[in-house]
């Protein structure tokens, strides 16, 4: 009464839902979509959506609502031609920060449903945000289960933020919902760094698929040019090695990123060759995951 008096309301928490068995489903891949797992019967998570089949398979499980954690920019015109609505709510490797896992389960409770929550791969970020978000909405799933939908998900434990946000995850309270507003945007603004590392992160899964074929054309896939896509691998380095970034100030960080891009061009000049030089490919593409495995040691997995 004295809410409606002073022209206030608060946001009311949600109706759990009336299961209490918080066991993860994982499936088949679909056509499209990889590691897709279903969390509740309104809640979904999984890889980004690859092209009409991704969103068709999407469409086909009831998903009315997708949700990218993703640095991405999300394909949000296909998500519309499949009647399906974008979010866009990013976050990174070191953890789902309280105020975005409250965000994601307000779009999940409030948007329609079911909703799936993706990453690019959708191993870590998306299963972590999704178990996060199922916390926040439920105060009946406990902790235990909450990191089976980890296991499930095969989370590489290394990515300690993202056990640990997960882990204490709890209901939100009606401040934290009403302090996640409706402000649910399609595209959000990403760091050029994120938006850099998820353009070397496509490129690798290409050049995975080039590595498998033997160093030639793709079979099925003649979107995927082996020299261009080593070509691409490269400009990306150096574009993160012109950034301006106060939080990767030092020698070893920039030191890296040279030896990456370095071994991108050897990769790139071993796969221009006729025929291509796949013992010299194979070489340059282990030295360039070598660094990135490393850099992600060193700055991104914490």
């Not at 040279?258 to 025929?275: F, G, I, M, Q, V």
Request: with cysteine; charged share 25%.
């Amino acid at each position: 009464m004295i809410a409606a008096v002073f022209g206030c309301s608060r946001t009311p928490a949600p109706d759990p839902p009336s299961s209490t068995d918080f066991t993860p489903v994982k499936f088949a891949d679909p056509p499209g979509v990889h590691n897709l797992l279903r969390l509740t019967d309104r809640l979904y998570s999984g890889s980004s959506p690859e092209g009409d089949a991704g969103f068709q398979s999407l469409r086909d499980l009831g998903i009315k609502t997708v949700i990218s954690v993703d640095g991405a920019k999300p394909d949000v015109a296909t998500a519309k031609r499949f009647g399906l609505r974008y979010v866009h709510l990013p976050i990174g490797y070191n953890g789902v920060p309280r105020e975005t896992a409250v965000r994601i389960a307000r779009a999940v409770r409030d948007l329609p449903g079911p909703a799936y929550i993706h990453c690019h791969h959708g191993t870590h970020r998306g299963p972590s945000a999704a178990a996060a978000a199922l916390r926040c909405l439920d105060d009946r799933c406990p902790a235990s289960a909450a990191m089976d939908i980890l296991r499930t998900a095969g989370t590489d434990p290394k990515y300690k933020g993202l056990f640990a946000s997960v882990e204490s995850s709890a209901a939100a309270t009606p401040a934290e919902w009403d302090r996640a507003g409706q402000d649910f945007p399609e595209t959000a603004p990403v760091p050029d760094l994120a938006r850099l590392m998820a353009g070397i992160d496509e490129r690798w899964d290409r050049l995975k698929l080039v590595r498998a074929a033997g160093w030639k054309a793709v079979p099925d896939h003649p979107d995927v040019d082996p020299t261009h896509e080593a070509l691409q691998l490269m400009e990306h380095f150096f574009e993160v090695s012109r950034l301006n970034d106060p939080e990767r100030p030092d020698k070893e960080f920039r030191q890296m990123l040279a030896d990456a891009e370095a071994s991108a061009a050897d990769l790139e000049k071993a796969l221009r060759a006729s025929p291509p030089r796949a013992d010299t490919a194979a070489a340059a593409y282990a030295r360039s995951s070598s660094l990135c495995a490393k850099c992600h040691e060193r700055y991104r997995d914490k």
